[in-house]
């Protein structure tokens, strides 16, 4: 979505603001996203084209730093399209930690989650943030992120769409008439439009009205959370400076 597109553009600029003059290039894991953009007549690389393009432009050492929540099977899959990659084109990758890698980012995540809950929201109304999920044991991370959250405010509540913290769950928990609802993905696309804000029967949204309150989504991706966007810049320095380790080696 267009604002999927701004919320990277944020990530973008800050990126480019601590790296002056080192170029920046994006890629997409998602394929129906990367149809889609190639039908908006806009180019999109995947992981694999990305490198092959730096290659080809006589790069040498590339930081790859995905946008991901946990260290699941998303994050492996990039992780083994980049080894592949380097060891083809012959570049030096280091490749950024998700979001949710160590307990440290787990409470600063949690920290950064309550600081950016809506100007409207009172302090007795509940907040649930609705993740991705996944059929992967890193799953447990929202589990942890959850808890970390309800210790600095019991009435926010993180679920997943897949494994760990259900809605189901969370339901029976929801005191307030008023509910907020927001995305705890990196962007605004189709998941946050259609199974959290959608006008279908299934999505949290209606589940939650069903339920007797009154829901209010935010569009909002956690890439453009401050607080967030600084974890995942952290990782990415991780990565540069175990690039730069491996340059000194040559």
């Known amino acids: 979505s ?7 553009k944020g990530f973008d600029a800050l990126v480019r603001q601590h790296y002056p003059g080192i170029p920046v290039r994006w890629a997409y894991t998602s ?10 007549r806009q180019k999109s690389d995947s992981v694999r084209k990305a490198l092959q ?17 946990i260290p699941g099977q998303e994050h492996g899959d990039v992780r083994a399209a980049v080894e592949e990659a380097a060891e083809h084109e012959h570049l030096l990758c280091r490749v950024g ?11 600063a995540t ?23 999920g996944a059929e992967h044991e890193a799953v447990a991370r929202y589990v942890d ?23 189901e769950s969370i339901l029976p928990n929801l005191a307030s008439r008023r509910v907020w609802l927001m995305p705890l993905l990196s962007v605004v696309g189709r998941h946050a439009l259609e199974d959290m804000a959608g006008e279908n029967g299934h999505s949290w949204r ?6 007797g ?38």
């Open 110 to 132: 949690a920290q950064a989650l309550v600081r950016h809950l809506p100007a409207d929201r009172a302090p007795d109304e509940d907040v649930v943030f609705m993740g991705h």
């Open 2 to 8: 267009a604002q999927g597109q701004n919320a990277l």
């Open 213 to 250: 309150h009154q829901c209010l989504p935010v569009l909002m991706g956690t890439a453009e959370y401050a607080g967030v966007a600084e974890i995942w810049l952290r990782h990415l320095e991780d990565a540069v400076q175990s690039l730069a380790a491996g340059w000194e080696k040559r």
């Open 145 to 167: 992120l959850a808890n970390a959250v309800h210790a600095l405010d019991s009435r926010v509540h993180v679920g997943a769409m897949n494994g760990a913290v259900t809605l």
């Open 97 to 107: 930690a998700p979001l949710l890698a160590s307990a440290d980012d787990v409470r």
């Open 53 to 69: 393009r730096l290659s080809f432009e006589r790069f040498t050492h590339v930081a790859v730093q995905p946008l991901q929540t």
């Open 31 to 40: 394929l129906l996203l990367r149809e889609r953009l190639a039908q908006a």
């Open 206 to 211: 209606s589940r939650i009205e069903a339920h």
